[in-house]
């Protein structure tokens, strides 16, 4: 009779307390619904169920289903939805947070960009321009709680602060909690909005929501807010939320419900998975044993958040037909989420080479921007300007493809047609010049819904630059959606997937909690930028805020309310204190049975090892009375594997083995076979029909990645090459383009200039390529950069130093630079035939008179070396076989490959003696260093060589990745084998280009 007269008309707002969710149904919620339901469809007035999440929204309509209650004319709302309907006919604006996050650091930059500017302010702008998350979140706390930002002890952000606020009132916009207290402060003088409210599963977690909830309160003609009783973990704040509604509303009463049950009886298992994949399977096998339960009512799976442990759960239930609600869901990509997209972003915060090329490559074929110009035509020309110059930028490489390519006007044309936004600019011309390059590309559709976001900022005057302006556009550019398939599509199934959040408030028979590994639940400590000492202070800050914002209720002595218009500030000691009463809670929760599961090792990092959370640790020892160390975890995992295997699941749906399927199979094997390389290990089945010369440096790349050479040589595929590296590269052919100025720019023999005009040569060389450099960089409106100059100066130092040790060379006194080699073949022995090509660096001829040809009686070979490369010695010690032994080793490890093939084609083009030399930096002094004869017993070395070149068949070698050196990529997907068994099928199917061990 008492609950009756609390929820009948006219009785006002009326609090009820319980200790847990069946407490709450059976003692308010039910009849409230009957009630509401049997009048709400005859009143204007909607009635209102107000929850924090979707997930308690479900479990209470569930909970109607299952007790034959009509929800007919009940609206179910979450917070945001709820302000919504507060707002509708409100001339307030809320932001968006990537709104604020805009605002935030446009204040910053125009904090920045004022002069005399104190040093700690400036430090200050700095760090919230590059990442304004960290003191929006502290600004919307203090909001929250109802305090201003001056009461805080952080001067040097207060002018950013303050900008940011003019910003605010500039674009019409109010932070949330403002406005929520204002709308509260309001609704108390105008017409009622709802005709009856009920507001249950708030607590002391919620206080950033206090004045949201007062005002759907003040706007209900009856209302009904349904307490918990404080929790162990976070009884102060509990206490606060439920001492301000008793304040506010008067005395809470009992909600009066059966007992519940006894679960001192509760049965808990741990789990542990060696990774994610594992882990599913254990959480799979625990729902269907915990299913097949008579007892089981509703089974939660509780996952910290939602990620890549949730879907394999997801989809292995999917699997086993189990039908299930997964409130995470998956995300489906929209019209932002395409590759095109990032690119064309990407391009506008970076115009570069590679980043172009993406864009590129994402655009449709037949797009009208690159008709007139073939795209691997302008990856080839600037490509090329690129190793020329070394500036990464667009438009610094299209002017210097005007002026060496005969198709460089064409790409000039083709990339400044590619609409970019302004270095700076303000909101709304920002948004007209992206309007301009999404006509431009056809994105329609795009464009509408970046213009239907915008709102209020379009207000903004203020100018700001295109990197502020772009990360806001891939922020608010978002149409990912959750989707679900359609056995987990369930709202009211026995098996719901859910987070924390979504979870608590509700009665489970079975709860299985998830990825309870370190840092997960409870989340780690976010990082700030304050430095600790101010850290600590600010804390000291919150704690004397926390307490000033709380006073003596009117039910006496120790009722504990919050001044009006205030609120607790929850920082992150408050919050770990929520954590621990969510997850109490939820296990709590749990009538029956309770599983817990972690993972051993991490997913982005298997060789560490994953320490369970403070929560696993905790519930593990309560219940064995003994610690969790790394050593049980394991054992938890052994456990857990055998009873994987033990466990009777439902078979998993069988694939049918395609042919595809069977030849990848084929493949497979073939791959990890202790035999000689086959069709399936990058070779060819028949020798070619027509024998292509190979390059020198591609002969050389046979013996240190063949796979690479086979797919490059065959298919005519190759890695995308890596511009970031390409300094070293440009200094190089730098160096040996001004080297190669003492021939005067001719292909034949002319006289070796002396030192002096060596020395010139190479100065008057490097001068032209830093004026062309400067000419190109004054087209673009750039300025030449300290790195260019400083590389450059290297550059000259490092081709004056090899043109100095060159001039030291006696007796030989003609030379020919960049010497080209035609296709050569050469007979390695008898019947054999390499035919190869190629360019050398300087000929050194010994003649009276200018040679016209190669038929000398002495020929020097000369390779520079811009690195710290020793020169080619071979000791005379030891006996012959050994020394042979020698020889072979300096071209498979390759210091002399490239000269030997060259020595070989010089000599079967008529010369006589051949000397080959390496000279470097740490070179004393231009003398030959090996001859060719020194390399007679390598026949079998080049014999192996020709006849890769003619069957193709070339097998692989070496490590997918370098772990300590840079390694191209694979142009398509390679799977790794183990390099033991490389090496045994290189030896087996190439036995002469095998290095034994005694020699390493």
Known sequence: MQLELELSPGGGPSLLIASSSDEAWQGGIADWVARSAAQTWAIERPALVVVPTRGQAQALKARLFEAGLSALGLQFVTPPYLRQLLYRDSARRLPLTEHLRLLFAAAAEAELSASEQPKTERLAAISVRRTPDHLLHLLEQLSAAGWDFDEVDLPAFRPTVRRFRAYLAECNFEMVAEVDRAAWAHQQKVALLFSDLLVCGFHGGHWQLWHLLRSAVSAAEKATILLQYPRAEATGLDASWIGSWEEALGEAKPAVGEPAEANSLRDYRFLAGLDAQEQAAAVTASAVQFLSDERCTRLGIVFPAPGALSRLVAASLTRQSIPHFDATGQKLPGIFETPVFAAWLELQRSPRLNVLLRFLAS????????????????DKSLRNALGEMAIDDLAILTAYARDHDRAGEAIGTAVQAIQFLPESSTFAQFLHSTAQAFAQLGWDERWREIEGRAGGAAALRCTFSRTLYLRWLGEIASTLRITRDATGNHPYARVQILTPAQAEDQSWSHLILAGLNEGAWPVAARGDFLPSQQIEEFNRDVQKLNRAATRRGRQGEGHVVVQEGKALFLGSQEQRQLARAQFSSLVESATVAVALTASVIQEGAPERVSNPSEFFSRLYHENRGVAVSQTTLRSLRDMTRRWLDDSQLPPREMVTETPAIAQTRVAYLARRASATSDEYDFALRTPPAELR????????????????????????????????????????????KWLAQIGGGG???????????????????????????????????????????????????????????????QEWKWAVPEWRLKAQPIEVSAGCTLLIQGRTDLLLGQTEELPTS????????????????KGLVLSDKGTEEQRQVRAIKLLLKKDALQLALYALAAQQLGAGDVDISLLSPLTPNAEPQLRLKDFAGCEPV????ARMQQTGIFGMKGSLRGRFSFTDDYPLATLAIDPDLLNERWELTHKD????????
């Not at 655009?363 to 302008?378: E, G, K, V, W």
């Not at 280009?993 to 390493?1000: G, K, R, T």
């Open 363 to 378: 655009l449709q074929p037949d797009h009208a921007l690159f008709a007139s110009i073939h795209r691997a035509q302008i």
């Open 693 to 736: 010369a190979m390059s020198v440096s591609d002969v050389e790349s046979l013996l240190k990645s063949p796979a690479l050479t086979w797919m490059r040589r065959y298919l005519d595929v190759k890695g995308a090459e890596d511009t970031t590296y390409a300094w070293n590269s440009t200094l190089g052919k730098w160096t040996h």
């Open 747 to 809: 292909e034949g023999f002319v006289a070796l200039p002396n030192g002096k005009e060596i020395a010139r040569a190479i100065a008057a060389a490097a001068e032209q390529k830093r004026s062309e450099a400067l000419r190109l960089c004054q087209l673009a409106g750039r300025s030449v950069p300290d790195w260019w100059e400083s590389g450059w100066d290297n550059a000259l130092c490092l081709a004056q130093t090899l043109g100095h040790i060159l001039a030291t060379a």
């Open 854 to 869: 190669l038929k000398l009686p002495k020929l020097w070979i000369v390779d520079f070396k811009t690195g710290n490369k």
């Open 942 to 945: 080049f014999n192996e060589l």
């Open 993 to 1000: 280009l095998a290095l034994e061990e005694d020699i390493w």
